[in-house]
């Protein structure tokens, strides 16, 4: 098996004066992940690896640069699930952990629960040897400032750069054909306190399949789980019909995957008029994407080895 990786840095309204920081941190996360995968590494390593950079990039909404909620405090969530097994880790409402998929990849590989929440993720965090942070140190200044506005003015696009709709993804598939997906969010801007959106939960920010593909989203949250999006886009490519031949030239897998990723994507609008947009992985490493936001930010490894990105 050919090893593949993708990633995502949410689908909002980037302006054109972050593109370029939106661009290098998807390359940088491509940067971490790709060598683990293209040395025979496992993928649950390399998307993990992709994620906590994204995570420590105040350009993306997920670990540190997290919008703040209603209290002025973030709260996070993250989720990890192998395609194979078909089991999870799932973390919801930390708020003193820098990079939550540390905490749900121990939940995947340490706990006979799937998710854990709040105190109960922390404390489990802590006892997996994994550190715990002032929840002071989570906060940029640019959400800071952007919290005070919401709160001094009116809730307001204008004052974040991704607004409603931030997250953070990653889809991998090694060499032995081990699938996995993972998601990554501090939800949105003045949320109340205890919101949950759809990141972590299985089938609607994020699903892994190895019979067909893996999945991660990113968008409006209520909007997604309205309609399962991820499980939406793997039961698309897992119905498709087979082709024979693929107008534009590329393998029939390539091609399927793309459709599964826009039929997600087309089913969110018609029937929630949500925004989003989502990443995938077929079973044989095929990259697809799609989004209905004026942009997203993405990367994928080409099949050449280079990096590609963009918004």
């Known amino acids: 098996m050919k090893p593949a990786l993708i990633v995502h840095g949410g689908a909002w309204d980037i302006p054109d004066e972050a593109i370029d920081a939106c661009k290098s941190g998807c390359s940088r996360a491509l940067a971490a992940g790709w060598p683990i995968l293209s040395h025979g590494g496992h993928a649950l390593d390399a998307i993990e690896a992709a994620i906590m950079v994204l995570e420590d990039d105040p350009v993306f909404d997920a670990g540190y640069g997290s919008h703040l909620n209603l209290d002025g405090r973030v709260q996070c969530d993250a989720i990890v699930m192998n395609g194979t097994t078909l089991n999870a880790g799932a ?3 930390l708020q003193r952990v ?3 998929i540390r905490v749900a990849r121990a939940i995947l590989e340490n706990c006979p629960h799937m998710m854990l929440v709040a105190e109960g993720a922390e404390r489990f965090a802590r006892e997996q040897g994994i550190p715990l942070c002032n929840p002071e140190d989570l906060i940029s200044e640019a959400e800071r400032e952007a919290w005070r506005k919401c709160k001094e003015d009116k809730h307001a696009a204008e004052h974040h750069r991704g607004h409603e709709q931030g997250t953070v993804g990653a889809v991998a598939i090694d060499q032995n054909g081990n699938l996995f997906a993972a998601t990554s969010t501090g939800g949105t801007c003045c949320k109340l306190p205890g919101r949950v959106g759809d990141s ?3 089938g609607c920010g994020r699903y892994a399949d190895s019979e067909a593909c893996a999945v991660s989203c990113t968008g409006y949250g209520e909007a997604i789980m309205k309609i399962v999006m991820a499980k939406t886009a793997v039961d698309f490519l897992r119905q498709s019909p087979i082709c024979v031949d693929s107008p534009s ?7 399927l995957a793309q459709v599964a990723a826009r039929e997600a994507v087309h089913l969110l609008a018609k029937r929630t008029h949500g925004t989003g947009g989502l990443i995938l992985l077929d079973c044989q490493g095929n990259p697809g994407f799609a989004f209905n936001t004026p942009r997203m930010a993405y990367g994928y490894v080409a099949l050449d080895g280079n990096f590609v990105t963009g918004v």
Request: charged letters at 10%; a neutral charge; one cysteine or more.
């Open 91 to 93: 973390a919801c409402t």
């Open 98 to 100: 820098k990079n939550p």
């Open 200 to 202: 972590p939960l299985i």
């Open 249 to 255: 030239g590329a393998s029939c897998e390539a091609s």
